[in-house]
């Protein structure tokens, strides 16, 4: 699968945003699209994840209330909507893939596709 991410930018402290990942070469109901991020000198970590087919969705503690994971089968695209942004929500945000859902969903090292990265600042 190959992902292509936007929607990044500069925002205020308080303000919302929302990412799309188009996804091509073929996504089926059993496949995983999520967003991780990686702040300046920090590790890649878990934001969001869904199952492509449904039923199944994840968020990390530290956006839960905040972020929301949809996506849209016409559009083959995944969005990640986010609210009430705080300035540690700064960093470069990635939509990555992988073939099911395992109890392992939120390590970045079971997923097989990444996109480009997208950065958020969010300023205080």
């Known amino acids: 699968v190959q992902l292509q991410a936007c929607g990044g930018g500069l925002v205020q402290a308080g303000g919302s945003l929302r990412l799309s990942c188009a996804a091509s070469?073929?996504?089926?109901?059993?496949?995983?699209l999520a967003w991780f991020r990686q702040g300046s000198g920090k590790e890649r970590e878990f934001v969001a994840a869904?199952?492509?087919?449904?039923?199944?969705?994840a968020y990390a503690d530290s956006v839960k209330g905040r972020f929301t994971i949809s996506r849209d089968n016409a559009k083959n695209t995944v969005y990640l909507q986010m609210n009430s942004l705080y300035p540690e929500d700064t960093s470069v945000y990635y939509c990555?893939?992988?073939?099911?859902?395992?109890?392992?969903?939120?390590?970045?090292?079971?997923?097989?596709?990444w996109g480009q990265g997208t950065q958020v600042t969010v300023s205080s």
């Open positions: 990555a893939a992988r073939v099911r859902w395992t109890t392992n969903y939120r390590s970045s090292v079971e997923y097989d596709d």
């Open positions: 070469g073929g996504t089926g109901s059993d496949n995983v």
């Open positions: 869904l199952r492509w087919g449904g039923g199944r969705y």
